[in-house]
């Protein structure tokens, strides 16, 4: 049975380093219907705080990584104090200084067999005896993380390869405590644009902060996986396909480079994907944050309307703010114009003769509004392109976007009439 483990140390925010880790573990285990452990690594009592622990249950709720057995360290200490009087009672630990200190052995070597490096030696000689137990009776990393490993019968330990060089330590303790050694992965590390290790330098790196910047979660588990994962030239995956092609036959062993460029691409294509009624409520609370639409509007929406309007209006957006700045233009406040609208007489002219062709058209489709206005538009003269850039700006607040006559049927004729005759007055017309 395959069992696999995210052991975060709660000392901050859940950052894309660790939360690669996490995605990587959790796609392991389900691939191979295994199990995904969840176990807070607590016993820095100075560093830990509570606030860390509830940011990364947040996080990995967030991104779905959803946990068959969860632990913290702290709770196990009865485990960790039978395992290290065990390596005492073997002879392979003693006291000195009031610590417990593990006894490494002077000759030969260590090797790690890495699913991913290959092997790794390390020479016994240049690891020397190092401690287990602190002079105040806590535990220090290296025995712990092998004391619980072991004890919950971890098979696979996947995690960033700046772990790879306490492996051989680890390798001797479960030697000297005659337990199984797990498979070992060592994950590539996440770099910056510059291959530089990726830090705040680089921008954003708490998984919180781009939920925050309107971000979807399964677009940050697609741009995780690619970190160091592929599928032939395949960039878009759902979570299905995820769970069904991960091995880590296919993670490489190079540095992975952060492209918040890609994270971007990623985001608008999963939000084309998306259900249009989720995305109607994933898209909501930033409307609302905007402070223009209150709770009682939205409500009082038609969802069906609502639901169509991020169908359309979608496509251009890249994130969750993109599309809650769009969407304001289905309910009657102000909105933004992303260009000062400058109208000439003959512009003048045949918005003013829109505004009488919009009124009587019914019913009001895209259709009917499409052979209307086309109608009026040749009886002058004129063409669409005379009038649908000044229209879409001031209906919609911007040139592009879905076609003309959609927006005219998403929007309503109720606010289409009343915005045109607001630019009508504003411009003297």
């Known amino acids: 049975m395959i069992r696999v483990r995210f052991a975060p140390s709660p000392t901050g925010y859940l950052h894309v380093g660790g939360a690669r880790t996490a995605l990587f573990n959790w ?13 807070i690594e607590d016993t820095d009592q100075e560093r830990s705080t509570e606030e860390s622990i509830e ?19 702290t709770a196990r200490r009865s485990v960790h104090q039978q395992l290290a009087q065990e390596l005492v009672d073997r002879g392979c630990a003693y006291m000195h200084a009031g610590a417990w200190w593990f006894r490494v052995p002077k000759e030969g070597e260590t090797i790690v067999h890495d699913e991913l490096l290959g092997d790794v030696p390390f020479q016994n000689a ?9 002079s105040d009776g806590s535990f220090v990393y290296n025995f712990v993380v092998v004391a619980d490993d072991a004890d919950m019968r971890i098979t696979h330990v996947i ?12 390798i001797l303790i479960y030697e000297a405590l005659e ?9 590539p590390l996440i770099l910056g644009p510059d291959r530089t290790r990726l830090s705040k330098r680089h921008g954003v790196t708490s998984v919180l902060e781009y939920r925050r910047r309107g971000f979807l979660s399964e677009a940050i588990v697609n741009f995780l996986a690619r970190l160091g994962w592929s599928h032939g030239d395949q960039e878009f995956f759902t979570r299905d396909e995820l769970i069904e092609l991960f091995s880590l036959e296919n993670v490489g062993s190079s540095a992975a480079i952060f492209d918040e460029a890609k994270l971007f691409w990623l985001n608008q294509q999963h939000m084309k994907a998306a259900d249009p009624e989720e995305l109607c409520e994933l898209v909501k609370p930033f409307v609302l944050e905007k402070g223009l639409v209150t709770q009682a509007m939205w409500e009082k929406a038609n969802p069906e309307r609502l639901s169509h309007g991020v169908t359309l209006l979608r496509h251009r957006c890249k994130t969750l703010h993109d599309l809650a700045d769009v969407m304001t233009i289905l309910f009657p406040v102000p909105i933004e114009h992303e260009k000062e609208i400058h109208l000439d007489e003959e512009e003048k002219t045949l918005i003013g003769a829109l505004i009488e062709t919009l009124e009587r058209v019914e019913p009001f489709t895209p259709q009917a509004s499409e052979e209307a206005i086309r109608d009026m538009l040749a009886a002058r003269g004129a063409k669409l392109r005379d009038v649908a850039p000044t229209c879409r700006i001031a209906i919609a ?3 592009a976007g879905p076609g003309l006559f959609d927006i005219l049927s998403l929007v309503g004729r109720g606010l289409v009439l009343s915005r045109l005759r607001a630019l009508v007055k504003e411009r003297g017309v």
Do not use: C, S
Not at 27 to 39: D, K, P, S, Y
Not at 126 to 134: E, G, M, P, S, T
């Open 126 to 134: 240049q690891l020397k005896d190092f401690v287990i137990r602190r």
């Open 397 to 399: 607040g911007r040139k």
């Open 55 to 73: 940011q990364i249950l947040e996080a990995m709720r967030w991104l779905g990584l959803d946990w068959d057995e969860y632990y913290r360290q």
């Open 179 to 187: 337990r199984p050694l797990p498979h070992f992965a060592h994950l």
């Open 159 to 170: 995690r960033g390869d700046d772990h790879l060089n306490n492996t051989p330590k680890q």
């Open 27 to 39: 796609l392991f285990a389900r691939h191979l219907n295994g199990t995904f452990i969840l176990r």
